[in-house]
């Protein structure tokens, strides 16, 4: 059975490009009938903080993305611990009792190229094991084969067929003298036991992927197929780095600027993915459905961004995109979030605020706009822009309004039509143009000098709002 997994290290907080890694080992578990794991690399302890590790939670919720299983790595280190010693049982691991200081263990010794530690790779199993008795700390390396002509090969989904000499690859720690697995160890080893048919991550792992292949093959277990994914770089062609770009590179940056997860899986898809038809704009069953190895792209990916503003113009036209087309009822949640953190209330009339809702989407960019430009619809605490005001200087506009207001005070009913119907009996009668009253009655309900239609702007702010608003612009 298909099977793929997204292996985050709590280090940090959810980079943009393990969100990308996350999605599609989601698509494409999604589209194969597959098994989404989430499983968290947290056995540096020194490095991993409670901090990131609710980042990564608070990210993929936002997302929207389901996973299937959960792990920690930190509850199966006796697991890796077990497959170092099977390697080493199998003469294909050494114990190196050179390093004192931890740091220096999986490190080039010296800047200079190493492939091993003199001595110990040939010291005879019985010494080791007396050394190892008497309590002598110990590194466990993997027993890379030298002079052999050997080279370790696999076929990458997207970069094609991979091959290395052995005699370019180190002896590799597997088991620190600590105790502690290396990160090779722990995620092979947890990739063999949760049965990972398909590893898809970055293609800053490729390298990694050599060791990997010889990791598997030791422990006997089967070598699954692997798919590396672009890189993400900025517009200078540096890697996205959250030491140097800082909240530029975290979802959460995009979440927190109003963004539909929906949109923001959607641009993140494009940034080294694409369709074959060459469609932008899709829905999330839409790139279930197209989603190929063969749409990824080899070479890396930009995100445009400067000191000035963090976010990508394409993101943004996207978002738009999505919030003006998706059916109201799947942004209302996002909408009712950002107006109660704006301190507004929600109408009680749920039926009606879906209504507002979708008549104002239409010329927004992101969801902050409902408690920016929207602000008008939900409280009666805005301002009027210069260019409505405008509107409301026109010669006699603001006296007509304020009889328009009382022609609607006096009438039972309240509609679209019913308020036009007294609008163009009102311009007709005084002799002016209609639209003297309608750019009018726009600037009096919400201030501004464009927007919906102004008969639909009445019924969205509703009777005793529009009545009450007209007739404050006369005084």
């Known amino acids: 059975m298909l099977r793929v997994r997204f292996a985050p290290s709590p280090t940090g907080y959810l980079h943009i490009g393990s969100a990308r890694t996350f999605i599609f080992n989601w698509l494409y578990a999604r589209r194969n009938g597959g098994t989404m794991i989430l499983r968290l690399d947290d056995t540096d302890v020194e490095r991993n903080t409670q901090a990131s590790i609710d980042s990564i939670f608070d990210g993929l919720r936002w997302l929207d993305l389901s996973w299937d299983e959960f ?136 390298t990694n992927t050599f060791k990997h292949v010889l990791i598997f093959e030791a422990m006997g277990a089967a070598v699954p197929q692997f798919a590396h994914l672009p890189l993400l770089i900025a517009p200078d062609g540096a890697k996205l780095s959250k030491r140097k770009h800082g909240p530029v590179v975290s979802v959460t940056t995009y979440r927190d600027a109003g963004f539909l997860p929906h949109s923001y899986v959607n641009f993140l898809c494009l940034l080294g993915w694409s369709p074959k038809d060459n469609r932008e704009q899709m829905t999330r069953d839409e790139i279930v459905r197209v989603f190929r190895f063969e749409g990824i792209n080899r070479s890396n990916s930009v995100v445009n961004f400067s000191e000035e503003d963090p976010i990508d113009p ?77 509107k409301l200087d026109v010669a006699g506009a603001r006296e007509l309004l304020a009889e328009l207001a009382e022609r609607l005070a006096g009438d039972a009913e309240f509609s679209e039509a019913v308020v036009e119907a007294h609008l163009r009996a009102l311009a007709t009668e005084r002799g002016v143009k209609a639209g003297v009253l309608i750019n009018g009655s726009r600037a009096a309900l919400t201030g501004q000098a464009v927007g919906p239609s102004a008969f639909h702007l009445f019924t969205a702010v509703g009777r005793e709002r529009a009545i009450a608003r007209l007739r404050a612009v006369a005084r």
């Not at 049965?195 to 800053?204: A, C, K, T, V």
């Not at 003006?324 to 301190?343: D, W």
């Not at 992101?366 to 009027?384: C, E, M, N």
Request: proline share 5%; with cysteine.
């Open 71 to 206: 792990y920690r790595q930190s509850d199966r280190v006796e697991l890796h611990r077990a497959a170092a010693n099977l390697i080493l049982e199998k003469g294909l691991a050494y114990r190196d009792f050179t390093p004192a200081d931890t740091s220096l263990e999986e490190k080039v010794h010296d800047g200079q190229a190493w492939s091993g530690n003199p001595g110990q790779r040939e010291m005879p199993k019985e010494e080791s094991d007396r050394r190892a008795a008497a309590g002598e700390p110990f590194v466990i390396r993997y027993l890379v084969p030298r002079e052999t002509g050997r080279a370790v090969t696999f076929s990458d989904s997207v970069y094609g067929d991979q091959a290395k000499s052995c005699d370019d690859i180190e002896d590799f720690a597997l088991l620190r003298s600590n105790g502690m697995p290396t990160y090779h160890l722990a995620s092979c080893a947890d990739d063999a036991d949760l049965r990972i048919s398909h590893i898809i991550r970055g293609q800053d792992h490729l």
């Open 314 to 390: 394409k993101a943004l036209w996207l978002n738009s995109q999505h919030l003006r087309s998706l059916p109201v009822a799947e942004i209302l949640p996002g909408v009712t979030a950002v107006l109660q953190a704006a301190g507004f209330t929600i109408p009680e009339d749920a039926a009606h605020f879906a209504s507002v809702v979708d008549l104002i989407r239409a010329r927004y960019t992101t969801l902050l706009d409902f408690g920016v430009k929207g602000r008008p619809y939900f409280s009666d605490d805005f301002s009027i822009e210069p260019a409505a005001m405008e």
